[in-house]
């Protein structure tokens, strides 16, 4: 028999009626007495009332024990009509002792009470189920089984008719806590799940949580009844309070427990806080053009939504002195008071003991979240130094290369960060590696945009924002500049006769040269085919523009060796001061190209300055002009039309339309001859509405032939597309031509789109409005940036044909047409690549899911007959 089976005392009810004997183990908190079948113990007997008493489990105080109370009458509070005689003498409540005997109104109804110890589980059972019942109780009370006697509070047995009628009510059977105060705040009653649940209550009275500000609130409230949350420890409750105006009393009942609610709540709350914070941070990485700015608000977003201190990012690098691996702090956000850290974080090598470990859990890309003190030592004292007491280290990957690290740190308690916390660090470790991954593409893209391939020399577009740079600051510091325009003599002889791959050779070594000519701070561009534009700032004496001059024409003096072959090649320099006859950068290269002209003229091989005595056009120019007005009226313009073919099907999916001059003496100019006159004239305006009309009448002819619909792209030129009425021109040219506007595409050059953004979205946004398909046009020859272009509502962007013909022989133009690719598409717009004239270009387009293409490998450029015929044996192919 174990020390608690002794201890448990054990309460029998021998029952005496009309029916006999029986045996009542008494194990609920309350039970019935009476005639009526509704009760818990019935009696048979006439003199019984229906509900004639009540028993009552009452604990004893200072103990986890518990003795019966019977009490007269129901529970309405009402006496039964015979009385209750306990042990001879006439009760209205009684605390039963062992061997108590009950009479309920007469002998025809009477109970025996026993409580019974120091016996087991198994003997008791068995013995109280015996037939010779009296022997077994006689049994308990020799003094060899000694029985315990309870003892219950003596307080009860002058209690008065309302104690006893509570006693036997609801509030002293439920579990939940039920308080009742007078208006100063008093205790008047506790049941006995309030004295459990809050033991110091008595103590502490009405400054006890429970209890404290009730009054107030009622007062506040102007109500009589309300319920409000309270916090008890680490618990939270639902308190129900009633103030009962007519007996001066409060009742509170404590509800329910909501502790786990709450924390589910304050969890829940917390995940869609940092939900929040992912998304704003994500937005903030794609939106913000300067990728530290995004990194930044990122961090204070996150710091934010995790009730970080700190919250860091930390990038690998090589050491500068040793050369071994080490991290820095790239970007931190802190709380307000504290202090940045970033002196502490720099260069630190990862062979040291402090963090050794952390390369060796973060590399293999797991997370570190702990309290610090529980860190090694030489950890510890590395972020006692910030004040760190936690600490959530995640790895930041990139095509499983380890580059450094997102942390968060708490310096005001010892946290451990959930799950979630370090699920959404992760999250947000791999946007920022994403980020870091797009300003890497964007920054090839963009050194793309403004160097030359061929020669690795700045392109037009960065001389041109050099020189813009140069001229502001000599008008600031009262300095001048020269502009010089470079020229190759007969290059045009070596391409044909050796190959444009050793024109290439040459191109290069030729960029060498003139860097190596030139003075420090000085600028070299190559223009185009084989012309350069040179910028020299910090003019003082005209000496000094001539002198480099001279090292220029000097350095072409020694032969050219290349795929063994000796090449001499001379130049011609022109050159243009910044004065009054040249004030601006558009008039500083139009007056060195004029110099350059003369030098041509000249005999080749020299420099000339520019005079007033050259400003005027050359003839041929001036001649080409006069035609160029009246080619549109003599119908000299015709509009060819290139097909675009999806790199997967090869069916025709598109057609771009594309203007050539024919003239019945010159023979066909070339666009790029024409095109730039035309815009520089004005009279790019009425040829640009009359190539969208003919397009648009020829697609919509396409159509009435029963011909596939497709889309038909036209070019917007820079002034064209600037035109105030531009929109309603498109509508007016639709609606005359009877073309919808989803067959429609009009493209925009990238330097057109990012030169007025908001003008660009303006525009764009009205055209989308009418259903137009919009396009990007030779992408990757201005210096924007797939985060800017996104702005724009654009469906369609082209590769440049400058990239494809240098895709299978430089590899860091394949990296980069991918990188266009995988942008564009994460984008949702549609990948034309342009140029295609080779199987291995189409292989790399098609590996890497290139969409549509467009060159020579498939279709040139055919007039509108040709295209006829085309589409027309198509469409009977695919019959």
């Known amino acids: 028999m174990t020390s608690n089976e002794r201890e448990k005392i054990r309460h029998l009810l021998v029952v005496h009626d009309l029916q006999g004997q029986r045996t009542i183990l008494l194990q609920e908190a309350t039970y019935s007495v009476g005639r009526h079948k509704g009760n818990a113990i019935v009696l048979i007997s006439r003199s019984v009332s229906r509900q004639h008493a009540i028993l009552l489990r009452v604990t004893v105080p200072g103990t986890e024990q518990y003795g019966f109370r019977i009490i007269d009458g129901n529970f309405k509070g009402q006496g039964s009509t015979n009385g209750l005689i306990v042990n001879g003498e006439r009760c209205i409540s009684h605390n039963l002792r062992h061997g108590d005997i009950i009479h309920f109104g007469s002998n025809q109804a009477q109970a025996k009470y026993y409580a019974i110890s120091n016996l087991s589980e198994q003997a008791f059972y068995e013995s109280a189920n015996a037939e010779n019942l009296s022997d077994f109780l006689t049994d308990q009370s020799h003094p060899v089984s000694p029985f315990q006697t309870l003892v219950v509070d003596p307080d009860f047995e002058g209690a008065s008719d309302t104690a006893l009628a509570r006693l036997a009510s609801f509030p002293e059977l439920i579990p939940n806590p039920i308080i009742e105060t007078d208006l100063e705040g008093n205790l008047i009653y506790l049941n006995p799940a309030a004295t459990l649940k809050f033991p110091r209550l008595r103590e502490l009275g009405k400054h006890h949580p429970i209890l404290e500000g009730i009054l107030t609130e009622i007062k506040k409230q102007k109500v009589n009844s309300f319920v409000r949350e309270i916090k008890f420890g680490q618990e939270v409750f639902e308190q129900s309070v009633h103030f009962l105006p007519e007996s001066d009393l409060i009742r509170t009942y404590i509800t329910r427990d909501i502790t786990e609610q709450k924390k589910a709540e304050l969890e829940l709350y917390q995940r869609d806080r940092l939900l929040q914070a992912v998304a704003e941070a994500a937005n903030y990485l794609l939106v913000e053009m300067d990728y530290e700015t995004g990194i930044e608000k990122a961090l204070a977003v996150l710091g934010i939504a995790a009730d970080a201190d700190r919250a860091y990012l930390f990038k690998n690098h090589f050491h500068p002195l040793t050369g071994e691996i080490a991290v820095s702090l790239q970007c931190e ?224 003096e020694s032969v050219f060796y290349l795929e063994g072959h000796e090449l001499y090649v001379s130049a011609s320099l022109g050159i243009a001061l910044l004065d009054e006859h040249s004030p601006d950068a558009e008039t500083l290269i139009q007056h060195a190209d004029a110099a350059l002209y003369h030098a041509k003229d000249e005999g080749r091989n020299n420099y000339q300055y520019y005079t007033t005595s050259l400003s005027s056009k050359t003839p041929d120019i001036l001649n080409l002009e006069k035609n160029l007005r009246y080619a549109l009226e003599r119908q000299e313009f015709t509009v060819y039309y290139q097909p675009q073919v999806n790199i997967h099907t090869n069916k025709i999916t598109g057609m771009e339309a594309l203007l050539r001059w024919e003239h019945p003496d010159m023979g066909v100019v070339a666009p790029s001859v024409f095109i730039p006159l035309a815009e520089e004239s004005g009279l790019i305006i009425p040829l640009g509405e009359w190539v969208l009309r003919t397009a648009c009448l020829q697609n919509r002819a396409w159509q009435d032939a029963g011909l596939p619909h497709l889309t038909i792209a036209v070019n917007l030129s820079p002034k064209q597309f600037r035109q105030p009425g531009l929109v309603s021109t498109v509508a007016r040219t639709l609606s005359e031509t009877g073309l919808e506007p989803q067959f429609l595409e009009l493209e925009i050059t990238e330097s057109t789109a990012i030169e007025d953004i908001d003008f660009t979205k303006k525009v764009l946004y009205d055209l989308e409005k009418m259903g137009v398909h919009l396009s990007i046009d030779d992408f990757g020859t201005g210096h924007s940036s797939l985060s800017r272009l996104q702005l724009l509502p654009l469906h369609n962007l082209k590769i440049d044909s400058s990239f494809i013909r240098e895709l299978t022989t ?70």
């Open 333 to 556: 956000w802190t709380r307000s008071p504290l202090e940045s850290s970033r002196h502490h974080w720099q260069n630190q090598p990862y062979n040291s003991p402090a963090l050794s470990r952390w390369y060796t859990i973060l590399s293999n890309g797991q997370s570190i979240n702990g309290i610090t003190r529980d860190f090694f030592p030489s950890e510890s004292e590395l972020l006692m130094r910030d004040g760190i007491q936690s600490l959530l280290l995640v790895p930041l990957r990139l095509e499983e290369k380890f580059w450094g690290y997102l942390g968060l740190a708490d310096c005001t308690q010892e946290r451990i960060w959930s799950k979630h916390e370090e699920s959404t660090l992760l999250t947000m470790a791999a946007s920022i590696s994403g980020a870091w991954h797009r300003q890497q593409v964007e920054e090839q893209i963009r050194y793309q945009a403004l160097h030359d391939l061929l020669t690795g020399l700045p392109n037009r577009l960065l001389f041109d924002q050099l020189l813009a740079k140069a001229l502001a600051n000599a008008t600031r510091n009262s300095e001048s500049l020269a502009v010089m325009f470079l020229d190759l003599d007969r290059f045009k002889m070596i391409n044909d006769t050796l190959g444009h791959t050793l024109g290439d050779r040459l191109l290069q070594s030729v960029a060498q040269r003139l860097e190596i000519s030139l003075r420090s701070g000085d600028t070299v561009a190559r223009w185009g085919g084989d012309e350069f534009t040179i910028l020299l700032p910090r003019i003082n004496y005209l000496e000094e523009v001539t002198q480099v001059a001279w090292r220029i024409l000097n350095s072409f």
């Open 810 to 879: 430089d590899t860091r133009v394949a990296h980069i047409v991918k990188a266009i690719v995988t942008l564009g598409r994460s984008l949702g717009l549609k990948l034309i690549a342009e140029g295609v004239e080779k199987q291995e270009e189409l292989d790399f387009l098609k590996s890497i899911n290139c969409e549509d293409v467009q060159g020579f490998f498939f279709h040139r450029p055919l007039p509108a007959e040709k295209v006829t015929e085309l589409l027309h044996s198509k469409n009977e192919a695919n019959e």
